[in-house]
């Protein structure tokens, strides 16, 4: 009974495929800077579109939108709104801690010849609902989870991607004509790079470390992890 | 200057890497049945675990936390609110629509060996609020990179992984022992499977179909895709 409603088995990932999947999951980095200024072809872009829509989604709502912004003017003023909230985020920052903030590379706005905005469409009747009763935020997790794949297919394809939440969401709705019930979730700059740095830039800038695995996992309860 | 703070060029994903990567996220499913009871090797678990602690996050705060059940006591009490919250959900379904959501299968709680809560210490320092000033939601998205990852390296060892929602996350709190400062974002059901279906199971059984990409994407401001 079960086994009617499934496909034959598919064929198991080789060693090299599983290899490639961990490859790419540990080389994404967050990149902002070192976008080279060739677009990225039609084909790539949709391609990598194409994973982030195939991204699970809660009742099959399939609720995110892609908004690609290639113009410049749009990038210009995403960009300066970067800068303002920025400098409203650096004033919380004292002394040496201010001067580290100061010299981080936080965008790639400008830099990258596509940017892309990807946002939720939360109340969406699609997928009846289902999932939605008890964990509505699930609707913008389904959208994480498509930033995540376009992430990784982009790794892939030697294509950098920086996530910049350091936007006034309600300006930048009105910069891209995004209405009132739809949630911006994720603002991305995305273009070719030559390379990739080997540690995340918040690390090598010595602004945070990364902690071990076994400080984030318990068993059968929740229990805090040893401290780094 | 900006060479010098990177590494050498990575080289670039071949042919068949880049397709293994593209393979996993178009061949992952969200699985409710069809786990086997063999659980999974701790080594293989921790895999998975770390794939998902080396997501993305913001400020590189690393916020989530993975709770590792496999206590059948802790999984049964956690049916039990599955049942509760699946019953209430149903009530909302009239008719024909009433008798489909009931033969749904959504969950495989018991049946997979081990479940994993992943949950999001919001609150923490770390990271110095970098990026969560104007966005804090990020650090809640930010654990859902983390499922993503974990979603797509479980396909590629071929374990399946099912996302439940339909859970009380009161009752869940209880049932770990999550603190109130914790946030519980996902709830998953993680086990070896003997195949993946073609299609994703509400497709399958009519409950909801897939939208084509060009529906999904606009270009420079927001529009309303093409409805299906």
Redesign the interface.
């Known amino acids: 009974m079960?086994k009617s409603?499934?496909?034959?088995?598919?064929k198991?990932?080789s060693e090299?495929?599983?290899?490639?999947?961990?490859?790419?999951?540990?080389?994404?980095r967050?990149v902002r800077?070192?976008f080279l200024s060739r677009p990225l072809p039609d084909e790539l872009l949709?391609?990598l579109?194409?994973?982030a829509?195939?991204?699970?989604s809660?009742?099959?709502?399939?609720p995110?939108?892609?908004?690609?912004?290639?113009?410049l003017a749009?990038r210009r003023a995403v960009h300066d709104i970067f800068k303002e909230?920025n400098a409203?985020?650096a004033a919380?920052?004292e002394g040496a801690?201010g001067d580290q903030?100061a010299a981080?590379k936080?965008e790639g706005i400008l830099e990258a010849p596509q940017n892309i905005c990807i946002?939720c469409d939360t109340q969406n009747e699609?997928?009846?609902?289902?999932?939605?009763?008890?964990?509505p935020?699930?609707a913008?997790?389904s959208t994480?989870?498509a930033?995540?794949?376009l992430?990784?297919?982009a790794?892939?394809?030697?294509v950098g991607v920086g996530?910049v939440?350091?936007?006034?969401?309600i300006r930048l709705r009105a910069i891209?004509?995004?209405?009132d019930h739809?949630l911006p979730?994720?603002y991305l700059c995305v273009g070719y790079v030559?390379?990739?740095?080997?540690?995340?830039?918040?690390?090598?800038s010595g602004?945070?470390?990364?902690?071990p695995?076994e400080t984030?996992?318990?068993?059968?309860?929740?229990?805090e992890?040893s401290k780094s």
């Open positions: 079960v409603l499934v496909m034959p088995a598919n198991a990932f090299l495929e599983r290899a490639a999947v961990y490859r790419a999951i540990a080389e994404r967050d800077r070192g949709q391609r579109l194409a994973a829509h195939s991204a699970p809660v009742g099959l709502m399939q995110s939108r892609f908004i690609v912004i290639r113009d749009k909230a409203k985020a919380i920052y801690q903030y981080l936080l946002v699609r997928g009846h609902k289902l999932g939605r009763q008890t964990m935020e699930t913008a997790y994480v989870c930033v995540q794949n992430w990784l297919a790794r892939a394809e030697e996530w939440s350091i936007l006034d969401p891209l004509e995004i209405p739809i979730v994720a030559d390379q990739f740095a080997s540690q995340p830039e918040l690390e090598r602004w945070e470390k990364r902690v695995l984030a996992v318990s068993y059968d309860t929740y229990s992890g």
